[in-house]
């Protein structure tokens, strides 16, 4: 697993998840990203990090969360984004398996 590339010192590798449940769901969009050529939308999450839904992936509610706030810059989101893609199966559109 990668650890955090903004290097914030918690070391916590990003989550994919599809979240199924209602209590401590995400809040609604704060703001969308496009990052080489695929679109996010990110979300406030229910323990108070940073939900990333990836709109544009090829499998429905798929993403990964965030321990960090969505109020951090929007290059970290970027990196953040870039670590997910990177850990991608093309065939799939789920993270692969090493």
């Keep these: 697993m990668h ?5 914030d010192g918690n070391g916590l590798p990003a989550v994919p998840a599809a979240y199924r449940g209602t209590e401590g769901s995400p809040g609604p969009v704060l703001f ?3 990052v080489d050529g695929e679109r996010f939308a990110i979300r406030r999450a229910g323990s108070g990090g940073t939900a990333y839904d990836w ?3 090829p499998n429905e509610g798929y ?3 965030s321990s960090g706030t969505p109020g951090r810059p929007v290059q ?5 984004i870039r670590v997910f893609l990177a850990m991608i199966d093309p065939d799939t559109g789920y993270i692969g398996d090493d």
């Design 3 to 7: 650890s955090s590339p903004s290097g």
């Design 63 to 65: 993403g990964f969360g």
């Design 32 to 34: 969308t990203l496009d």
């Design 55 to 57: 709109l544009s992936g």
């Design 76 to 80: 970290e989101h970027r990196e953040h």
